[in-house]
């Protein structure tokens, strides 16, 4: 722990340093010998990018802290995890940071071997039941990935994403190339209905982990999709895909509520709040393609702010409801009556996260909401409004499930064990943010839309 | 241009192959062998466009990092699933 | 100068700083709980009452900022907002003097009394909001503050009732934000403005407006309780005394009504809103509610279901009142807001009482409870008088402007309803008062001995005050810093005299 500690100050060192560089020169480009042409690793950094760094640092941070309170005095288990915590966070800033379509499908696959480890580490059948759902997903999803890329490469004869940005143009084989890599990072995203591998993958991993792994690793694959969409999508993607991923993320606004109402276990609910959360996340593309640059921009804030803070807000509930499961000793949801007695400091949290997650002010949630309303009533496409309404009333729906339940004084009988109150920290912080996040939006939301990479590269 | 073709072919073929094991076959063994066949398929597909791309330290890195990644897949699926069946004693099919 | 611009946030701080310490509180440290309460409410009340004289004397205070690019969180007081912070105000210190009283020694206080502060700081963010997102905000924040008030007992019977409040507010909720994203996406950004924004807009908006304003009504009905949205407020009834007192009375169906007065007033502009053809619908829907409400609270046994159908009705006056197109109706409405305040909580203070004291909550228990009650009949007396609109209780002075103002606008009818719903109100409270002072009790409780009062000060002293309230406002209505010259300020300000 003392060892992940430094590690963690050390990355937030160089996010200090990164975030100097692009406030003094604005955003960079760089590649390991370019001019060689060795798929060496390339870089580029701009607004959203450094906006996920900041992200992973501040989620990275707690779930370490957590996870060293929430598996203190279990050596052997501190053992494996630090590694593989590791390994996902390095895959994870790649992600954000790579420059070109090799150094993207690495990071991805890096970030797929740590999550497998973390997911495994629940050492139960479940555990490994789920892990190798997961890695269904990401067998398929990356070789669709990949074979895209080496159309790609075929076609224009390079990789690096600012290239391909220029020389990009539609033809009938970079559609497919362009629908491939869709495929693939939609299955790693669990859009409904390819959904199926995250809940139980998100729901029987240990508390912290679960927190790191749908706050950041759901995130990776969409912010991906989102970067190749807003570079080539005005030129290559059909507004038919986009309207029809814009329905599938409807459809996963509504099913996942739907599933999480009928959940029975606590973190259960939680995981399947994610498959909900994520499709807000896919209305993104049928408001950037084929509409005015006004709406683009409203879209791309308001989705982002809808990744931010769905990342901050459900890494605190995962870690609220590790919290309420770990003093209670049950997972059961009907095990939570009187709770809001025992453990009110963690019941707060999950209430903060929670406004977040419904849409209600003040939290980032609600203003993404704003900014997703606006754009759909700006760009005409009007029905995504009652998806939007509906989908904010079914997150209430099984929220407020969880709280009914600890209002609920009759037949508490409930045992309690005592949680150490570093625990509590962690998610109370990240709840917080969640909140201020709707009401201090101003340089995230500046930075999302600062994109261009310098010109000087081009 | 014939060995391009060749290539593709072969590659097509061998695609299909392996995406329909993936798709018919439940267990984890014989997807993992289903889903190598796809990768020697990608594989394949790159060595095609090698011949009219001229960038050979570029071919070359990504060869081996498809290699290293498809074995590191191979082998965690490998592990999880002997997991399951050895400790748990449980069946690998997935439902 | 610094406090004056900070002064609106101050008294939001106020409340809001201490619901978060009083979570932190420990549950039994009750005196350390109670003497926080009282003393952020009797600072509050303080605040309230510089801001009030300063308005007065024509000082302007604002406070803003910029949470995203065109979106601004503005709070500012202006006489509309003095009215309402003025009753919020006051009513926060009595309540929650009746809270602790009434409370004792029940589990959750912490909780209770966290949520409780919460409640009236989105209520107080609800009076001050400069525009129309800040609104959307506070109102939202109200809906989720009161949910654990609401379900406090923890029983099924209150989480059913959370459930039913829940889904009717958090609808009405999403759709006054798409309303409100409407109005911003083509209208700009809507400080309130006394007068409205829509003087100079052209005719062929005026579908869109309609569509907006419907929405945006809708959305604030549901918490006004107008027919057919008003389910979930006899059902909250299974709430604690304290909480439906401040329900019924300040918070939540008070916002909704506030925010249909600030929508019409400040954002449309009555004449707007009249020339837009939206007002008369809305006044007939005011007037449905009015007698539907009136009706069914004649055929309710339950002390407190009566009281809550005579709140449907009651609430709806303003709705009316600012329907009629005219100074004078606009004076009735503002002041009811102010007068049904103060009266309804008298009277659901004295349920509680009842309730606490001798264990009635059916009407038919009532017969000859003002010898054992005689403090608490008298105050039950004056706000029921009170709300039938007797000389020269507060009531009266609402109701005589609100039949002034359809005379003027015209709008016949509307006094007709007025009278119908007198005769109503009458007919539901009149035979309480008879079973309070004249029927014999069925079981005499001997276990009382008369020396001692009829229950704790605590319960005692609020519903006393709000009764002699009642009588005051109504024989001092026209001195100076009154509800009533406040609400003529208003008026002369919207319309321009």
């Keep these: ?458 | ?95 | 100068m610094a406090f004056d611009s900070l002064l609106p946030l101050w008294v939001l701080a106020t409340s809001l700083v201490v619901a978060f310490i009083i979570f932190a509180i420990p549950e039994d440290r009750w005196k350390l709980r109670s003497f926080l309460n009282i003393s952020a409410a009797v600072i509050k009340l303080f605040l309230v009452m510089v801001m009030t004289w300063g308005v007065f004397q024509g000082v302007f205070y604002q406070t803003h900022f910029e949470i995203a690019p065109g979106l601004v969180f503005s709070l500012k007081a202006d006489p509309l907002s003095i009215v309402f912070a003025g009753l919020s105000s006051v009513l926060w210190l009595l309540t929650t003097i009746y809270a602790i009283g009434y409370l004792e020694g029940s589990p959750n206080r912490s909780r209770f009394f966290g949520f409780f502060s919460f409640c009236v700081a989105s209520t107080l963010g609800i009076a001050l909001a400069g525009n129309l997102f800040t609104f959307l905000l506070f109102y939202e924040m109200l809906t989720l503050s009161a949910y654990p008030l609401v379900v406090h007992r923890g029983t099924r019977a209150a989480l059913k009732a959370g459930r039913v409040y829940l889904i009717y507010t958090l609808s009405g909720g999403a759709l006054l934000m798409l309303g409100v994203v409407m109005l911003y996406l083509n209208f700009g950004q809507m400080p309130f403005n006394s007068g409205g924004h829509f003087q100079q807009v052209h005719e062929a908006e005026f579908p869109l407006l309609r569509l907006i304003f419907v929405l945006l009504i809708a959305g604030l009905a549901v918490k006004a309780a107008l027919v057919p949205l008003h389910g979930w407020l006899p059902s909250a009834m299974v709430a604690p005394a304290p909480v439906s007192a401040l329900l019924h009375a300040v918070a939540v169906v008070k916002a909704g009504v506030f925010g249909i007065v600030r929508v019409v007033y400040d954002i449309f502009g009555i004449e707007f809103s009249y020339m837009l053809g939206v007002l008369q619908p809305l006044g007939w829907l005011a007037a449905a509610t009015i007698v539907y409400g009136s009706i069914r609270a004649l055929y309710q046994t339950d002390l407190k279901r009566r009281l809550a159908f005579s709140t449907v009705s009651q609430v709806s006056y303003i709705t009316l009142g600012v329907t009629l197109f005219g100074p004078l109706g606009t004076i009735g409405a503002v002041v009811h807001l102010v007068h049904q305040g103060i009266m309804k909580i008298t009277l659901f203070f004295c349920a509680g009482n009842y309730a606490e004291t001798l264990g009635i909550h059916r009407i038919d228990e009532l017969n000859g409870v003002a010898k054992q009650m005689p403090w608490t009949s008298m105050a039950f007396t004056l706000g029921a008088l009170g709300m039938i609109g007797l000389p020269p209780l507060a009531g009266f002075i609402s109701k005589w402007y609100l039949g002034l103002g359809a005379l003027e606008s015209g709008m016949h009818w509307a006094v007709g309803v007025l009278v119908v719903s007198t005769l109503l109100n009458a007919a539901y409270f009149l035979p309480i008062l008879h079973r309070i002072w004249f029927c014999k009790p069925e079981v005499v409780d001997h276990t009382r001995h008369l020396k001692r009062p009829e229950c704790s000060w605590l319960l005692l002293a609020p519903p006393v005050i709000t009764a002699v309230l009642i009588l005051l406002l109504g024989v001092f209505a026209s001195w100076p810093m009154s509800p009533f010259s406040w609400a003529t300020f208003m008026a002369n300000q919207e319309y321009g005299l």
């Design chain 1, 1 to 458: 722990m003392a060892f992940m500690m430094k590690a963690m100050l050390l990355n937030a060192v160089i996010v200090v340093a990164l975030g100097w560089r692009l406030l003094a020169h604005g955003p960079l480009y760089w590649a390991l010998l370019p001019s060689a042409g060795i798929p060496g690793i390339s870089i580029r950094l701009d607004g959203l990018s450094f906006l996920f760094i900041i992200l992973t640092a501040i989620i990275a941070v707690l779930s370490v802290f957590q996870a060293g309170h929430y598996f203190a005095g279990n050596q052997p288990i501190q053992k494996r995890l630090w590694w593989r915590v590791l390994m996902v966070l390095t895959g994870l800033n790649l992600v954000w940071l790579a420059g070109d379509l090799i150094t993207l499908y690495v990071a991805m696959e890096l970030v797929a071997f740590g999550v497998v480890g973390l997911i495994a580490l629940g050492d139960q059948a479940e555990s490994y039941r789920s892990a190798l759902r997961y890695l269904n997903a990401v067998l398929l999803g990356t070789l669709s990935f990949l074979i895209g890329i080496i159309l790609l490469y075929g076609i224009y004869g390079t990789v690096s994403l600012v290239s391909l940005e220029q020389q990009i143009q539609w033809t009938r084989l970079t559609g497919i190339a362009f629908a491939l890599m869709t495929a693939g990072l939609v299955y790693r995203a669990a859009l409904f209905p390819l959904h199926s591998w995250l809940p139980p993958a998100h729901g029987s991993s240990h508390a912290p982990l679960s927190a790191l792994l749908s706050a950041l690793v759901t995130k990776a694959s969409f912010y991906i999709l989102a970067r190749l969409w807003l570079d080539w999508g005005q030129v290559v993607a059909s507004p038919v895909l986009a309207q029809g991923l814009g329905v599938l993320g409807c459809f996963a606004i509504l099913w996942g509520g739907w599933m999480a109402c009928r959940q029975s276990e606590l973190k259960m609910l939680v995981a399947y709040s994610s498959v909900n959360q994520v499709g807000y996340f896919f209305l993104l593309f049928p408001m950037i393609i084929g509409v005015s640059y006004e709406v683009s921009l409203l879209v791309t804030q308001g989705v982002m702010l809808q990744v931010i803070s769905h990342a901050l807000a459900k890494a605190a509930l995962f870690m609220a409801a590790g919290n309420l499961v770990l003093a209670l000793g049950s997972k059961e949801i009907q095990h939570l009556s009187g709770i809001s007695r025992l453990m009110p400091l963690s019941l707060l949290s999950f209430g903060l996260a929670a406004v977040s997650i419904m849409g209600l002010p003040p939290s980032g949630g609600f203003l993404a909401k704003w900014y997703l309303l606006q754009s759909s009533l700006l760009s005409g496409q009007w029905w995504w409004i009652p998806t939007l309404i509906l989908g904010g009333l079914l997150s209430a729906t099984y929220i407020f499930r969880i709280f009914s339940q600890s209002f609920l004084e009759q037949g508490s009988e409930a045992v309690t064990q005592e949680v150490p109150k570093a625990l509590e920290v962690a998610p109370l912080l990240l709840a917080l943010m969640a909140v201020a996040l709707g009401l201090f939006a101003h340089t995230p939301l500046a930075l999302m839309i600062d994109m261009e990479v310098a010109d000087g590269i081009r």
């Design chain 2, 1 to 95: 241009m014939m060995t391009q073709t060749l290539l593709w072919t072969l590659s097509i073929l061998l695609l299909l192959l392996g995406a329909t094991g993936f798709a018919v076959k439940r267990d984890y063994v014989r997807r993992i062998i289903a889903f190598n066949i796809m990768s020697t398929a990608v594989l394949l597909m790159f060595a095609g466009f090698a011949v009219t791309v001229e960038d050979e330290p570029m071919l070359t890195g990504v060869f081996v990092v498809l290699l290293l990644v498809t074995s590191v897949l191979t082998a965690l699926t490998l592990s999880m699933r002997s997991q399951l069946v050895s400790r748990f004693n449980l069946s690998d099919r997935d439902r």
